[in-house]
């Protein structure tokens, strides 16, 4: 690991530098580094008691104030991304994803934002979440990336974060594209962080985040050798085209976690290895080798010989007549 980047605000999370392009390592084509993943696609309703229905349509509303029923609603939420982590544990996955915003407490943080029990409550959330996830975690010997709202610094944040095998937190991301219904409730993050894990080299997405491909173009410069996006966007056919295409550009496979699907696991080449369709409580598991060639073409390694023949002065000439600027006269002083 790199110690001299790290993430502020994360206890130090090692990450690899920003845009320092990895060299692809010699007799990587005769080594293997299997991987199996579990993508879960949680129901999004219908996984409630009844009598806890109308408290959960309460809570997710933002119309809820109690923190005794705050703390059973989260109560609820965990149990039910506990029982499919099971299962993923089960099929044997190293690494399990569960989608943005697990606890589904975005119209509590709309609705109270300004108020301190909100902030207190989301942070007690989140601790909750290393809890109980970190025992499953431990139980099965995997890794789990879950979504979800962080308060901090007077912030809130929409958070992915990274659990390893003993539970504890190995990487943090915050969503760095907010759309229109999320403005003024998430700060945006101000980083796109490559993560050394135990895994492998992986970087973190969230929903928004694909629509743009400079964030996951950035991260496969870094050496990602896996991509991660939790999110409640991926719905449709365009969905799908997208996501493809992002692993494709750059020979970086991507695991897309919704909720109640479709979730998957798509391929170095743009291909599914496995997808869920739109059954809630489904999983989508595969086996991916993070080691095998990135070549396309005449490439033999897509992330660094692609960055080469990249001419980004042209697809944002002012930004980069600016920025060239400020270099030549940091450089003169």
Not at 26 to 35: A, D
Not at 46 to 69: K, L, Q, W, Y
Not at 81 to 109: F, K, M, S, T, Y
Not at 237 to 259: K, Q
Request: charged share 25%; aromatic share 6%.
């Amino acid at each position: 690991m790199n110690h001299d980047d790290q993430t502020p605000g994360w206890g130090g999370l090692s990450v690899i530098p920003q845009g320092r392009l990895l060299p692809m390592q010699k007799g990587r084509t005769s080594m293997t580094k299997p991987l199996t993943i579990a993508a879960c696609a949680p129901a999004s309703y219908g996984f409630v008691a009844r009598e806890h229905e109308d408290a959960t349509v309460r809570m997710i509303a933002g119309h809820e104030r109690a923190p005794v029923a705050i703390h059973a609603h989260v109560a609820r939420f965990l149990d039910h991304h506990e029982r499919l982590l099971r299962r993923a544990g089960e099929a044997g996955a190293q690494l399990a994803v569960l989608p943005e915003d697990i606890l589904r407490l975005g119209g509590l943080i709309r609705e109270h934002r300004n108020d301190r029990f909100c902030r207190e409550a989301v942070a007690d959330a989140y601790a909750r979440i290393v809890e109980r996830l970190g025992a499953q975690c431990r139980q099965f010997r995997m890794c789990v990336v879950a979504g979800t709202a962080t308060a901090r610094d007077g912030a809130f944040f929409n958070t992915a974060v990274m659990l390893d095998a003993n539970g504890a937190v190995i990487a943090a991301y915050d969503k760095t594209h907010i759309p229109q219904p999320e403005e003024g409730l998430y700060q945006p993050g101000a980083t796109l962080p490559v993560f050394d894990t135990p895994l492998g080299r992986i970087g973190l997405l969230i929903c928004w985040d694909i629509v743009f491909p400079e964030p996951y173009a950035r991260l496969a410069r870094q050496g990602a050798e896996l991509i991660v996006q939790s999110t409640f966007g991926h719905n449709d056919e365009a969905s799908d085209l997208t996501a493809r295409c992002r692993a494709r550009d750059w020979s970086v496979p991507l695991v897309v976690s919704m909720w109640g699907g479709p979730s998957g696991i798509i391929d170095a080449e743009g291909n599914y290895a496995a997808r869920t369709g739109t059954e809630p409580d489904s999983l989508a598991v595969a086996t991916l080798d993070l080691a095998a060639p990135r070549q396309w073409l005449w490439m033999n390694d897509v992330r660094a010989e692609k960055a080469r023949l990249r001419r980004p002065q042209l697809y944002d000439p002012e930004n980069t007549t600016e920025r060239n600027r400020h270099e030549s006269s940091d450089s003169k002083n």
